[in-house]
Structures are given as C-alpha cells and as structure tokens.
C-alpha cells in the first residue's frame, strides 16, 4: 500500500533522513521504533506533504505523491495523526471532530462518520459539547484519532501514541487501533514504547540517526538482543 523508497530529508540545512526505505502492505500495522530525534516524525511529515523530502519517492497504492500537498495526500486516503494531542483546544469536541470531515467530499458524509467515530470512542459522544480543553490527556488522544478518522482514511499514521498517557490508557488505545485494523485501514505507528507496538505490529523497522538499520516480523524483533538492549529494558 505505501512504499518509502531512499527518502532523503532535511531541516534547514541539517541532514536528518539517509536514503531510508520501507514497505506497508495493506491491512498491516507496522512500527517505526526508535529514539527522540531519530527521524521518525521527519518520515510522517515528508509522507505528509509537510515536509519537502530532498530526494527519493514514496509511492502509495503504486502512484507516487511525493510533493503532493497536504490535503491532496489526506483527499487520495492517507491521514497523519500527530503525537501531542493537538487538539483545538476551545472548540466543542463535536467542532474538532466535524473539521476533520472537511476534506474532499467527506463533508457529505460527516453524520455518518460522526455516529462511527463515537461509537469506537463512546466518551467523545458523552463530552461532544465540552471544550476539548477540558478533557483528559486519554481523551484527547481519542478525539485526535477520531477526528483523522473523519476523512475517511485508507492508511492512517499515528505518532507516538502512547506519550503521555498511563499504561491503562494505552492499553484501550492499541485494542481500538487493532479494532481498525479489522475494519481494513491500513496503520504505520512510530513509537517510543517499542513491547507495547511490537506486541500490537506486524512487522517493525527501527530507526536510527535517521536509516533503517533493522527490519523484520515483530516477533523476531522481540528476540533480537540490540531490541531488547535498547528498547525493552533486557
């Protein structure tokens, strides 16, 4: 479904992607492990159309979007959920949820995208006339979820979503992403907590200063020794 191929990028004039490369079939959820500053923020974004990438592809569904501009690539069935809950945070958390129906023709269909959004995330329903601000760090990760969901994506990328959280809130967050997986979308999830997103993915690449420096079946990962030196605490 989506194909990364020797993507270069840079902030400014630092280097901070080199030449990395991978693949997401469809119907899989994959994870990009790796460290603060490791790039994997820099992939999404460059996926995105946030960030113009200095060299290589990336291919989705075989058609390259390389360059494309953000709401073209979230209109062709890809979303980016960014880590740090950001929400709006004095809007209605029913006002949040309708601004993600607002690309491309999803505006149609926002009542229906609605009645699915909050009943994967029941709590949305119950605080949809709250301010945003007012809700917990879990529930606005929910409401960020909810609200890509809105565009009815194909592929959805979700960064970092354990930060912040308490283990029995990342907990309900992995079941409802496996529960997606169900539903046929398509996920990439670059985290931090690397037990917790190996024991949820498919397949893994770990990231470091900005390449790929091991891939495989998540649980071959889980036994590799530099996997569980630097991210399972072994």
């Given amino acids: 479904m989506l194909e990364v191929k020797n993507l270069s990028a840079s902030h400014g004039m630092i280097p901070v992607l080199h030449n990395v490369s991978f693949k997401i079939e469809a119907g899989e959820i994959v994870t990009l492990l ?21 060299s290589g592809d990336i291919l989705f569904e075989g058609r390259s979007i390389m360059g494309w501009a953000p709401h073209r690539v979230v209109a062709a069935g890809v979303v980016h959920i960014p880590e740090g809950h950001r929400i709006f945070p004095y809007l209605t958390v029913k006002e949040n949820l309708m601004l993600g129906a607002y690309p491309g023709s999803n505006w149609k269909g926002r009542q229906a995208a609605l009645a699915w959004v909050t009943e994967l995330f029941p709590i949305l329903k119950e605080r949809s006339q709250q301010q945003s601000r007012l809700l917990s760090g879990g529930e606005q990760q929910m409401l960020c979820i909810a609200r890509g969901l809105m565009a009815k994506p194909r592929f959805i990328m979700v960064d970092e979503p354990s930060i912040g959280l308490a283990p029995v809130i990342v907990d309900g967050l992995f079941e409802t992403l496996g529960k997606l997986r169900g539903m046929g979308i398509t996920i990439l999830i670059p985290e931090q907590n690397a037990l917790r997103a190996l024991q949820l993915a498919d397949r893994g ?13 998540s649980a071959d990962l889980m036994k590799s020794d530099m996997i569980k030196k630097a991210y399972l605490g072994r």
Avoid at 34 to 54: F, H, R, V, Y
Avoid at 208 to 215: A, D, K, L, P, W
């Fill in 205 to 217: 690449y770990v990231i470091q200063h900005g390449r790929v420096v091991i891939e495989g079946a």
């Fill in 34 to 54: 790796g460290s603060n500053g490791a790039g994997k923020s820099t992939i999404l974004n460059a996926i995105q159309g946030i960030l113009k990438p200095n």
